[in-house]
Structures are given as structure tokens and as C-alpha cells.
């Protein structure tokens, strides 16, 4: 948005050029996504109503001239007319329409992951070196009976009567998080692909089709069927290890999704299955599923189709009564539910339902284990918690709350150079991750990146397996719904009971 | 001051400890005498707040009544539990648990035990269909989470629990344990660290005719206890003791499980190990982890359960606990520390450090339980 | 289960049977070379033939089968000699689904190829975000009326409503809603005040019969009509204003 006479909208950035530093090489215009910077003749001029501080360009200026500072005009502070709203309300009058944001909400709610600390063993219980002596962090998601049936052989051995319900075997316990090709590039989702393989975990393609360089990495692929159907057909189910049906996103729940007609080039035509150009629109409901019996008879028609070879995923975003729904999607035959917590990740959502509606991942997961336990079918399915997971010890406070793995999404797109800029939706992205433009996606090397995912997940995992060691366990199963290592701290009661956890010193 | 519950505000009662058994698998019983000494010798490992001991073939004269040990604080809290007990129990013989006074164990609650079967017309059938067993187990919960001053510490046909605040060797006193024969005994000496001790938080603890006694913090607690929640078990109090006995509890008499399998739950094989099974035992193995990896139970060990049939003795999957194993004849000697099992059993055949999470099963001869075998006898065994 | 060896048809009695039992049948029947099953008493077993494939494969079915009927499916002919209930063609890549008598809700979503042809009514969000790609084009052909929301979302395919022997309207409200793709024909006018801001009406063009011909000529033999009595007068043509009919609702 280039400044215009009758705008009272001041840019939220400076990006500023050191004249003295500056060579001239013209790095920054080249990697600009937004059209930031142009050569005035002389020197590199900045438009900084353009900026969105996406870092791009002081990261690959070789001079290190660029800063891209806060723009310091004040507005004049009003705790209660933020200069959020202020903005907000400028932007409508002029331009109309609903406000558009990527990624998660940037407001200031209270995050319940740093109001809890951890338990360790002192003295009567021993403690276990993570680095000498064995520690399983390894996973499987789907349904578990709630008893082993046993036949026996001639010879007496006991052995199982029922082969075991398909699994997702996981050596870490964490995913990547559905983003559909459209919503980010193929090279963001081939990294993560690499990634996914190299670690032996799963990732998520999300709800934009299964492009077909990605085919081969079918054993670590989620497939996602969401009210859109994009690219879902008989073999597509078949191609992942798993199905998930897609009802809702933590950052925007009971609202659809939309990427826009001109994003819609042959590739993702080709991988969505949908005529060139328009746009593809993900309705906010499933047509076919109005009530809870008809989500149960889509999952079992996605059994149908895959022979009941693969478990079903159902992903939820956690809303105010997210217990009893979560209990309601278990006995309609999920065999994993996916929570999407208020602070969750999204490539566009309406600013007013991504920061004002939901509740986050810790309260959602909860009261979903418990009541999954206090019901007797907590081994129904598997539990997989996400909404910015930020560490491993986000990761380490989900599991103890009951999840059986955590989804990685934001935190995955900051290692290809994510700054959280929240401009995913224009899709314009310097990085290359939330474009389409082939000279931006060219930049992100799947290669590189898969490896840099790679590291990141080794490095949280021995993080997992040195807090394990701490607690005195050698596997992940015995922290999971461990809430006794738990303990809060700045928290009321209520929000204690609603945790399950005590008060640190009781 | 005597409290049958606990009344800290804690979410579980930790403790240190000592144990020993023994069993003769032929069923030849031998009184207390010898397992007093053995536990006696581990007296550091206690701190006087607690001790007790478990005796199998007890009582043969009421072999087919369900034998409950009952503490109360107080009359008014054996008045209550009676009338619970007389409107669901036929009881067939009740009277006070025959005690000795002395010095070191002082302050004792009132103990009674009760010689009892579930009556056939009792008024839950009105709304379930219980098994007998289901329904010992329910009136046990009901007690002792719900009747104030109230506390059952045994349960078990043709077995008992003697069990107190006390070093062991007092409270064998205290019960006179030499007077009481059994064809298999177990005994714990313990040191809780973060309550003062009290009755009921001593061990053996059992449920029917389980009895386990236990040394080493699970540090795997809190799954293991919302996993059995989960199967509708009543954790009053907060013990790993109860824990264990609760798993075993489900694993193999509700799931119908071998103990075998139930052993390589507690102590899950890595999957290290069970990759290099074969294929229908790797795949068993690697099932019994998806399922019940909740109920493993992660962190030091050693424990012995003893049911009518047999004794186990098992540790952690890497050994964090000590455990001896010692056979003798048609005895099987169990205890935390190889000098236990000498003052029992001077020349053993055999002795043994069990493998980690390796179980030593004891099961006994289809016999009937034989005649009191006489002091001197057993010792030149 | 019987084989006429004559007419290589397997009969399966369908009677009190579960459905995964019923498909179960249906997929060995295909995995063993089978081409043409007759399935009778039928009675609301749900997903037949989810998302089995064979474009030689031919199912006629006796009675009223379940929800989802031909989800996911890809090639294959199912008949329906009754009338059939909600998510007719759920998500379905091609083959063709031909009903008697009437259908239920939601029949086609987001359906991709193939066609759906329906001798009698059918009710609320018919062909609702339907598809079409590269050269798959979804159609669906209902012979009477339809209740609201028809073509929700449409993105794509053809949808031709006849309202045969009808005298009242023969749509409901929000007719095109949300309409980005794709064409739906009618037979006769309705109320315009029923249609979505989203799309345009126009009469149908020479180009627009050739195609109206084409899958009218198939409908009428399928279902035993006259094909002249059908294809004769005027049809109207509605077609999305634009392929972003959104784009003006956001700010960024």
C-alpha cells in the first residue's frame, strides 16, 4: 500500500539504508517479496509502506547497511484505544472489507505452557542419564484396544488374536502440521517431506492434493480431506499412511478457507484437481457432515475406501465444549483427533475469529484427556496437540497434559526463514514459503531446509529425552497424562483444575 | 495419634524399603519365626514406620470365606462398617486380629477381622451382576474411600495381612507371627519419607488374595494411577504399592493375561530387544506396549506378589532396585539383600541376581497345603 | 451369492446384511474379474461402491441404499431402481449413478467427474461444490425439482434441472450461491429473485445445446424417456459472474 493523499495509515516499519555501507548490489531489491526497494540512480530507495519486516533483506545484504526498525512516530497511547484498533478502524473506512492476517494471533493472551514447570527425581527416585542409558521416545497413533486378546500356539506361546489396528509409527513424537500446497510452496512442503523421512515421522500435506513429487514419501504423509475436497479421490486416500478430514483450524474454527483464483496457476490446478483460476473455496462446513452421526459416516466411508487399512484422523479446533466434541468425534470411530489450539498457525484467516476465538491448546487438552479417561476410551484414539508449540518443553508440557504427539507448523516455516511477519496471505513471501511466485519459491531448497527441519527435531528430542532422564523415566509412554510432573505457577484455581494440575510447592 | 487414613495433603506417599519372601512350592507350611529374623537383618533399610508381613494358608479352617482385616479408629467407625458388612455379607465367624502388647509398638488401632462370603441376595444385584470377587473388591473401595475411622488391609481367602507403624520385627511381635503358619510368607520393612508413617500405609498391600510388597519410587506415578482410573479403580492410598497391586489386579485377572505378559508390561522389553524378536512375538510385544504403556511402570523396582498359587518377584527394566533369588529343596527365598535369604536358608542350592525386569515365577504343586512342619525341621532344610 | 453364468451377473440377497460385509462382497466380486452385480433388498446400506474402480463394472441395485452411495467412486455404473438418500456421489472421480425414482440431500459434492442422472426430485445442495478438471466434467441431471442452495459453491461441471411434470417452481432459494465455475441449465424460468448475486442468466446458445443434446440423449435412454419430449424448447443458462466472486470482501 503506497501512501496515499487521503490514508491516515502510517507505515508500521522503516527500512532504513546505510548510504555509507551500501554497495549498490541491489541484493535487497532482488530479494524484497514486496517490492520494498528501488534504485533511485544513485542509491537503493525504500517504499516503507511496503515493508511487512519479513528480515529477508537485511539477512542477505552483504553489508550488513540495511535495519528495519519499528517505525518510531508514536501514536498517542490509550491502553484502551490500542493503536491496533485505531489502525484497524482506518483500514476498514477506507478500504472496507474484513481484516486478513496470517499466522497465529499476535495478541497478548496468557500462555499456559510457561505457567507450568516441570517435576524432576531428587534422592528417592534416581534420576537417568539420557546420554548412556536407553530412552524411547517412540510413538504410535491410532486406535488401541483397550485389552490384548491372546490365542496360544501348539507349543503354548501366547500370541495375538487380532492383528493390532493400523498405527503411525513415529520415532519422535512430534508431526508437521497440515499446510496445504497453495497455502505454502511445494519446495516448504518437499522440505518437510525430506525432513519427515529422514526422522521417521509423518507430515501433513494438508488440504491442496498430493502433489506427485511428493508420491514417494507416501509412508510420511498425512492426507487431508476437508470440506473441499481438493485433489481427493480413491487412490489419493490410499497414498498416505493416513486420512484426516479436516473440520476445523485452531487459528479460524467453523470458518472455511479460500485461496484466491489468481494462486490458482497449472500446478496447483493440477494437484487440487480444479479448473485454472478460480478459486478454490473450502466451504465452512463439511456438506456432508451437519451433525456428529454424519462425520461418523464419513470416517467409516474413508474406511471403506482404504480397506480399513489406515487410521482416520479427525482435526478439531479446540472450541469452548471442545471435551465433549472430541469424545463425540472418538466414538464416531476416530482413531486420532487432531486439537488445533487458539494460538495456532494460518495462511489467511479473518482477524476477528483468529484473535478472538477458540481457546488454547493447554485448557482444550486438558479437559480432552480427562474426560477421554473419565469416559473409559481414552485408548480409542490417539491425541495430537498443536497450536504453536514454540520448544520441546512445550512439546514435554503437551504430552504430560495427555497428548500422544504435538504438530509442528509455525515452528517449522521459522526454520525456513519465517519471521512471523503475518503477510502469508498475499503471498508475497520473501522466504518463499507462503508463495506461489516462481522466482521466490526458487529460493527455498528443499535439501537445505529438510536438513535444517532434520536438526531441529533431533535437537528438540534430545531435549525430550534429557527432561525424561531428569523425571527418572526411559520412555515417552510414562510421561504421557503424567500431570503429576506438572505444577503450575501464576495460575487461579480454576484455571489449576481446569489443567488437572496442582500448584507449585503442593 | 493413630490415623488409618492419611490425612496430608499429598498426591502420593512415597517410601524406601526392604523385603523378603519365601514359598515352599509343595505347600508345606513353616510359621513366622524365620522370616522375622530375615527381615530383621535388613532393619536399616526401614526407619520404623512401617512393617508388616503377609502369610498364605492362614487359615484353612475358613479357606472358602473371603478373610477381611479391618482397622478403625474408633467404635463409632466399626459400627458403621459392620452394618455395611452385615447387609452385603453373610459373616460367618468375627473377632478381634489376637494381639501382643509390648513397648515398641504402642498405639495401635482397634483390629478386627471377619470370616465372610457376599450374600446371594445382596441389593446391588438389583442393578449389576457382580462376580463375588468384583464384589469384594468394590466393598473394599467403598470402605475405605468413603467409611471415615475405616480401613480394610486384607481381603484374601485362606491368607492374611499383618501390618503396622513399627519396625518389622515388632510388629511380628506384636501379631505373634511365630504362632501363625503359612506355605508362603512375604515381608516388607519400609521408610516412607514424606509422611510419618501410618497403618494403613504399611505393606503388604493386597487386594483379594494379591499381596505385593514394593521398594523404589515408580516415577512413572501419575500415568500409572489416571490409567487405572481409567478402568474405574479407586486410588485411596496413594501408594506405588497400590498401584502395582491394581495393575496386576487388571492385567491378569480382568484381562486374563499370563503373568508372564503381565511381567513384560511392567517391565516392557525395550524396543531394542523386541525388534530383534520374531516376527509373532515382536509383534505381540511391540502390541503389548501400544496398549499398555500406561501401565509400565518406569523407574526403580523390586517388588514380590504373592497370590494363592505362587510368587513373583521381578525388577525394573534396568535395574535400579536390588533383588536376590535364592531355591533350596522346595523353597524359593526372595529378599532385597543376599544376607536375608542366608539367615534363612544358610546353604541354598542355587542363588541368583534376577536380570533386570526378568521375573522369577514360583508357582505352587496342585497339593493341598500340608501339616505344620516343625521349627527344628526347617531348619536343618 | 448366485452367478447367472449366462449373464455373468452375480445376485447378492442383500437382506438384514451390514454394509462392510455387502461392500466386502462387491470388491471380492471386482478383485476376482466380476463385471455386473444385481443387489437385492437393498435397505439403507450405507457407502456402495465407495470408491471402487472399473469403468466395466455394473451394479444394479433393488431397494433404497444408504447414505454415500458411490463415494470416492471412480468408473463404475451403479443403478438404482428405487429412490436413493443423502451424499449420492460423494466426492466421486467417475462412473455414473443413475436414479429411479427420487434422491436426498447433498447429491455430488464435490464431485469431480462422472454423472449423476436422476429421474425425480432431489432436495437441498444439489452439486454443491462441484468440480471439474482438465478434461473430467461432472454432470448432474435431475428430472423434477430441487430444493435451496443448488449449486452451492459450483466450481465446476454441468448441471442441467429439467422439472418434469412439475407445475410449481422447480428450485429453491439461493439458487448458484456462491457459484465460481461450471454451467447449470433449466428447463424452465424460476423466480428470479432466487437466484445468487453470483451469477448471470442468459438463454442457452447453439453451443449450449450441442451439450445439452449430448448428455439429454443419455439420460432420456438410461431412464427410459423421451428424449424428444425433453430436448424440445428453450433452456436457460446460468453461469458464475466470476471466478472470484469473493475477491472485493477482504482487506489485507
Known amino acids: 500500500m503506497t501512501k496515499s493523499s487521503f490514508s491516515n495509515i502510517q507505515p508500521e516499519f522503516l527500512a532504513l539504508i546505510d548510504d555509507t555501507k551500501c554497495v549498490r548490489c541491489k541484493r535487497c531489491i532482488q530479494n524484497c517479496g514486496w517490492g520494498t526497494y528501488s534504485f533511485g540512480g544513485d542509491k537503493i530507495i525504500a517504499d516503507h509502506y511496503k515493508c511487512v519486516a519479513c528480515g529477508r533483506c537485511y539477512t542477505y545484504c552483504p553489508e550488513d547497511a540495511i535495519s528495519v526498525v519499528k517505525n518510531p512516530t508514536v501514536m498517542r497511547e490509550n491502553a484502551n484505544w490500542h493503536d491496533y484498533h485505531i489502525k484497524n478502524i482506518w483500514k476498514q473506512s477506507e478500504i472496507s472489507g474484513i481484516i486478513i492476517s496470517g499466522m497465529g494471533t499476535p495478541l497478548k493472551y496468557k500462555k499456559y505452557f510457561d505457567h507450568m514447570l516441570l517435576d524432576a527425581c531428587q534422592v528417592t527416585n534416581p534420576s537417568i542419564d539420557p546420554l548412556r542409558e536407553p530412552m524411547e521416545l517412540r510413538t504410535f497413533l491410532g486406535k488401541k484396544p483397550s485389552k490384548l486378546e491372546l490365542d496360544f500356539t501348539e507349543d503354548g506361546e501366547p500370541i495375538l488374536k487380532n492383528p493390532m489396528p493400523p498405527q503411525i509409527e513415529l520415532q519422535t513424537p512430534f508431526i508437521f502440521a497440515p499446510m ?26 494438508g488440504e491442496g492434493g498430493l502433489h506427485d513429487d511428493l508420491v514417494p514419501f507416501g509412508k510420511h504423509i498425512i492426507v487431508q480431506v476437508a470440506s473441499g475436497r481438493f485433489g481427493v479421490h480413491r487412490d489419493y486416500l490410499n497414498s498416505g499412511i493416513a486420512v484426516e478430514i479436516k473440520i476445523g483450524q485452531g487459528a479460524k474454527p467453523g470458518i472455511g478457507g479460500h485461496l484466491p483464483g489468481e494462486k490458482i496457476g497449472m500446478d496447483i490446478s493440477r494437484t487440487r484437481m480444479i479448473p485454472l483460476g478460480t478459486d478454490a473455496i473450502s466451504p465452512a462446513p463439511h456438506h456432508d457432515i451437519y451433525s456428529i452421526e454424519d462425520l461418523r459416516q464419513l470416517i467409516f466411508a474413508i474406511k471403506e475406501a482404504t480397506d480399513y487399512k489406515k487410521p482416520v484422523s479427525v482435526k478439531v479446533a479446540a472450541v469452548h465444549n471442545i471435551a465433549a466434541i472430541v469424545s463425540g468425534i472418538v466414538r464416531a470411530g476416530a482413531d486420532i483427533v487432531y486439537i488445533d489450539g487458539f494460538t495456532g498457525g494460518t495462511g489467511a484467516a479473518p482477524a476477528i475469529v483468529r484473535d478472538n476465538t477458540g481457546i488454547p491448546i493447554e485448557l482444550a487438552l486438558a479437559q480432552v484427556d480427562e474426560r477421554l479417561r473419565q469416559e473409559g476410551i481414552r485408548n480409542e484414539a490417539s491425541l495430537i496437540a498443536a497450536g504453536s508449540i514454540r520448544s520441546s518443553a512445550d512439546a514435554v508440557k503437551a504430552i504430560a497434559l495427555g497428548a500422544d504427539a504435538v504438530a509442528i507448523g509455525t515452528a517449522a516455516l521459522v526454520v525456513m526463514g519465517c519471521h512471523v511477519c503475518g503477510k502469508c496471505h498475499t503471498g508475497n513471501c520473501s522466504w518463499g514459503i507462503t508463495t506461489q511466485r516462481s522466482e521466490l519459491v526458487r529460493r527455498l531448497d528443499p535439501e537445505v531446509y529438510g536438513e535444517r527441519l ?8 534430545h531435549e525430550i529425552m534429557e527432561v525424561l532422564g531428569s523425571m527418572g523415566v526411559n520412555s515417552i509412554e510414562s510421561l504421557r497424562g503424567s500431570r503429576e510432573r506438572l505444577r503450575g505457577v501464576e495460575l487461579t484455581d480454576s484455571e489449576l483444575q481446569v489443567l488437572g494440575i496442582k500448584h507449585a510447592g503442593l | 495419634m493413630l490415623r488409618l487414613k492419611n490425612t496430608f495433603s499429598i498426591e502420593r506417599d512415597i517410601s524406601g524399603c526392604g523385603l523378603c519372601g519365601i514359598i515352599n512350592i509343595k505347600k508345606v507350611k513353616i510359621n513366622g519365626e524365620n522370616i522375622k529374623r530375615a527381615i530383621a537383618l535388613e532393619h536399616d533399610r526401614g526407619n520404623g514406620l512401617g512393617g508388616g508381613f503377609a ?11 473371603y478373610a477381611f482385616h479391618i482397622m478403625y479408629d474408633d467404635i463409632a467407625a466399626k459400627n458403621n462398617v459392620e452394618e455395611y458388612l452385615k447387609k452385603n455379607f453373610v459373616i460367618e465367624k468375627n473377632e478381634p486380629i489376637p494381639v501382643l502388647k509390648i513397648s515398641k509398638i504402642l498405639d495401635h488401632p ?3 477381622r471377619y470370616f465372610m462370603k457376599p450374600k446371594s441376595d445382596r441389593e446391588d444385584r438389583l442393578f449389576h451382576d457382580l462376580k463375588d470377587d468384583d464384589f469384594v473388591v468394590r466393598s473394599v473401595m467403598v470402605i475405605n474411600s468413603q467409611y471415615d475411622g475405616a480401613y480394610v488391609f486384607s481381603s484374601g481367602k485362606n491368607m492374611g495381612v499383618f501390618k503396622g507403624v513399627g519396625y518389622p520385627e515388632d510388629i511380628a511381635d506384636f501379631y505373634m ?12 520393612n519400609r521408610f516412607p519419607t514424606n509422611t510419618p508413617g501410618w497403618w494403613g500405609g504399611a505393606h503388604p498391600f493386597t487386594l483379594l488374595d494379591w499381596s505385593i510388597v514394593h521398594n523404589g519410587e515408580i516415577s512413572s506415578y501419575g500415568i500409572n494411577k489416571r490409567y487405572l482410573e481409567m478402568f474405574k479403580y479407586s486410588l485411596s492410598l496413594k501408594t506405588d504399592t497400590e498401584v502395582i497391586t491394581y495393575i496386576l489386579d487388571l492385567l491378569i485377572r480382568k484381562h486374563g493375561l499370563t503373568i ?18 520374531d516376527p509373532p512375538k515382536r509383534e505381540l510385544f511391540t502390541a503389548l506396549r501400544q496398549i499398555y504403556g500406561s501401565a509400565l511402570l518406569n523407574g526403580p523396582f523390586a517388588i514380590i506378589f504373592g497370590f494363592s498359587d505362587g510368587m513373583v518377584a521381578m525388577n525394573d527394566r534396568i535395574k535400579l532396585r536390588p533383588l536376590v533369588a535364592a531355591t533350596k529343596g522346595d523353597f524359593t527365598y526372595i529378599a532385597s539383600e543376599e544376607a536375608s535369604i542366608m539367615e534363612m536358608c544358610p546353604s541354598p542350592d542355587i542363588v541368583w541376581s534376577p536380570k533386570a525386569g526378568e521375573p522369577v515365577i514360583v508357582r505352587t504343586e496342585n497339593v493341598k497345603a500340608k501339616n505344620i512342619v516343625q521349627k527344628e525341621e526347617m531348619v536343618s532344610l | 451369492m448366485l452367478k447367472n453364468e449366462e449373464e455373468l451377473v452375480i445376485t447378492i440377497d442383500a437382506k438384514g446384511m451390514y454394509y462392510k460385509e455387502l461392500n466386502k462382497m462387491i470388491k471380492d466380486g471386482i478383485g476376482a474379474g466380476e463385471k455386473k452385480f444385481f443387489i437385492e433388498n437393498v435397505n439403507g446400506q450405507y457407502y456402495l461402491g465407495d470408491g471402487i474402480q472399473g469403468d466395466d463394472i455394473i451394479i444394479t441395485i433393488n431397494g433404497v441404499p444408504g447414505n454415500d452411495l458411490g463415494v470416492f467412486m471412480d468408473g463404475p455404473t451403479i443403478i438404482v431402481n428405487n429412490d436413493a438418500q443423502d451424499n449420492i456421489g460423494n466426492t466421486m472421480n467417475a462412473g455414473k449413478i443413475v436414479i429411479k425414482g427420487n434422491a436426498g440431500d447433498v447429491v455430488g459434492y464435490g464431485m469431480r467427474g462422472g454423472r449423476i442422472y436422476i429421474a425425480g426430485d432431489a432436495g437441498y445442495r444439489i452439486g454443491i461444490h462441484m468440480k471439474g ?5 461432472p454432470v448432474i441431471i435431475i428430472g423434477g425439482k430441487v430444493g435451496s442452495f443448488f449449486g452451492e459453491y459450483m466450481a465446476g461441471g454441468i448441471m442441467i434441472l429439467l422439472g418434469l411434470n412439475i407445475s410449481d417452481e422447480i428450485a429453491g432459494d439461493y439458487f448458484g450461491v456462491g457459484m465460481h465455475g461450471g454451467v447449470i441449465y433449466l428447463k424452465k424460468k424460476i423466480d428470479f429473485s432466487k437466484y445468487s448475486k453470483e451469477v448471470e442468466f442468459s438463454e442457452a446458445d447453439d453451443n449450449d445445446m450441442v451439450v445439452l443434446k449430448k448428455y439429454l440423449l443419455e439420460y432420456a435412454n438410461d431412464l427410459n424417456l423421451h428424449y424428444d419430449e425433453i430436448i424440445s424448447g428453450v433452456f436457460y443458462k446460468i453461469s458464475p459472474s466470476s471466478a472470484r466472486p469473493y475477491a472485493h470482501l477482504y482487506a489485507s
Open chain 1, 180 to 205: 496445504s500446497y497453495g497455502s505454502i510452496s511445494l519446495n516448504a512442503q518437499k522440505a518437510m517431506a525430506l525432513a519427515a523421512k529422514a526422522l521417521g515421522i509423518v507430515m501433513n500435506i
Open chain 1, 454 to 461: 532434520y536438526n531441529l527435531i533431533t535437537a528438540w528430542s
Open chain 2, 55 to 65: 502369610v498364605y494358608g492362614a487359615y484353612p479352617d475358613y479357606a472358602s470365606l
Open chain 2, 110 to 112: 482397634i483390629l478386627y
Open chain 2, 177 to 188: 507371627l511365630d504362632d501363625i503358619e503359612g506355605y508362603m510368607w512375604t515381608a516388607h
Open chain 2, 260 to 277: 508372564e505378559l503381565a511381567t513384560n508390561i511392567l517391565a516392557a522389553p525395550f524396543y531394542q530387544t523386541i525388534e530383534k524378536m
Open chain 3, 133 to 137: 478438471y482438465i478434461e473430467q466434467i
